[in-house]
């Protein structure tokens, strides 16, 4: 188009202001932004959100790594946590950046590469003064990963009235991979540990932030693959006999695991009554024989599990949905993308993923083949919301974002924009009830 007119070049300008307007949009997007057509209970709530890194250390751990059938060394584990809380910022939510890595530590073919993201929460800031104090929600990633891993989530539930904290699994990060073994043995072990520690610095006497500010009787354990292993264990689901004798193979013969083995003499459940829910994205371990319908049926504590349909990691079929079938004694929802692999918990691809020189798995660790990783998290969101606020705070009108029909195509779905539930599936069933 020929720029000789006033009116032409003034088109011309609004074209431009527009485009960089939108540019700027798409530059100043952060993690957990809700999209366009994010479903109603993605957006974030009324509180402004503050965050602090603490790291406790749990004495005298069984160093799994080199533990044998004749030894069992020890060591102090040290433990490093991200605690999202409700602020009193009055301002408004400020902005923290957290530093990461991609790669896995010694290995010289993925390096480890340094990036940081920017996050809605503001670093150290007062905690709100509340008199009825907030629910817990400890959140464990997978292997490997961080306690970063999902700041999607973890910023949106502190905004809704939750504190929100996050784990560094020692022997199972990026910085700091490990033993498989350890991972196997200490995922429970870690969300308890953490579950006892915010226990001790929410108590009034306490000089913590967090004094008065927790009510950890109100607990829910939210977990990502190997952490979904982990919360599953955690509330009451015993391992199987396979899985013992598994793990006393990758471990020299060690018998660390037999007490955690459904059935077996001395089984001790691990099942807290602080926790009243939990969360398991794509959990690993049924495709393995990690457990059976004996040690699922240990479960009693309503339970949310999110599956991609086409998971190579977990497996869906033998994998995730027999993990949900497995469960008879719990109130139980399995939502399920359609068409989705494993991914189905992280925040999106970093930009640094996509720099000239990076191992394409640094990519695929976070990103889904058919799924925008934006929009899942989007769902999650709203669907976390729906649920933690029925079994957590005894928020009953939230059920009906739950109560759906099984296929989203039937219907759009209660809380989704028209046309924008498609290829969700959500299953549910209560305690002795199984659909087919």
């Known amino acids: 188009m020929p720029i000789n007119g006033p009116k032409n070049f003034m088109f011309l300008v609004f074209v431009l202001v527009m485009s960089m307007a939108a540019y700027g949009q798409q530059t100043d997007f952060v993690y957990g932004d809700a999209l366009p057509d994010a479903p109603e209970l993605a957006h974030r709530g009324t509180y402004s959100v503050g965050v602090r890194t603490l790291e406790w250390t749990n004495p005298d751990q069984v160093d799994v790594q080199q533990a044998t059938a004749d030894a069992q060394p020890t060591y102090e584990r040290k433990i490093t946590v991200e605690i999202w809380y409700p602020s009193m910022n009055g301002s408004g939510d400020g902005t923290t950046f957290y530093d990461e890595v991609m790669g896995v530590n010694g290995d010289p073919n993925r390096p480890l ?8 929460a503001t670093r150290d800031a007062p905690a709100v003064v509340s008199v009825a104090p907030f629910p817990l929600v400890i959140v464990s990633h997978g292997y490997l990963g961080s306690r970063y891993l999902m700041t999607y989530l973890t910023e949106n539930l502190a905004s809704k009235g939750y ?35 915010v226990t001790k610095l929410s108590e009034r006497s306490s000089d ?35 899985m013992g004798r598994m793990f006393g193979q990758m471990s020299g013969g060690s018998r660390l695991m037999e007490d955690r083995v459904s059935g077996a003499e001395g089984y001790v459940s691990l099942a807290d009554p602080r926790v009243k829910a939990i969360v398991a994205f794509a959990p690993w371990g049924m495709q393995r024989g990690a457990w059976d319908e004996k040690g699922l049926k240990g479960i009693s504590v309503p339970t949310f599990i999110v599956a991609g349909d086409q998971d190579d990691i977990s497996g869906y079929e033998d994998g995730v949905r027999a993990i949900y079938e497995g469960i008879t004694a719990a109130q139980k929802y399995l939502l399920v993308y359609q068409h989705a692999r494993h991914n189905v918990a992280p ?21 889904e083949p058919v799924w925008d990783e934006r929009r899942i998290n989007n769902i999650n969101q709203h669907f976390l919301t729906a649920f933690l606020g029925v079994h957590l705070k005894g928020e009953s009108a939230l059920s009906e974002y739950l109560d759906l029909t099984e296929n989203s195509l039937e219907e759009t779905w209660k809380g989704f924009r028209p046309r924008t539930s498609i290829g969700l599936e959500l299953y549910q069933d209560k305690p002795g009830e199984t659909k087919q």
């Open 163 to 197: 504190v929100v904290v996050s784990i560094d699994h020692p022997e199972s990060t990026f910085r700091q991979p490990g033993k498989f073994t350890s991972t196997l043995y200490y995922r429970a072990l870690d969300d308890l540990f953490v579950l006892d520690q």
């Open 208 to 242: 913590s932030f967090l004094s008065g500010l927790v009510d950890v009787n109100r607990t829910a354990l939210v977990g990502y693959s190997m952490g979904g292993y982990g919360v599953l264990n955690a509330a009451g689901a015993g391992y199987s006999a396979s």
């Open 347 to 367: 925040n999106p691809p970093p930009a640094a993923a996509n720099g000239p020189g990076i191992n394409p798995e640094e990519y695929m660790r976070y990103a």
């Open 113 to 120: 590469i340094p990036f940081s993201f920017t996050g809605r």
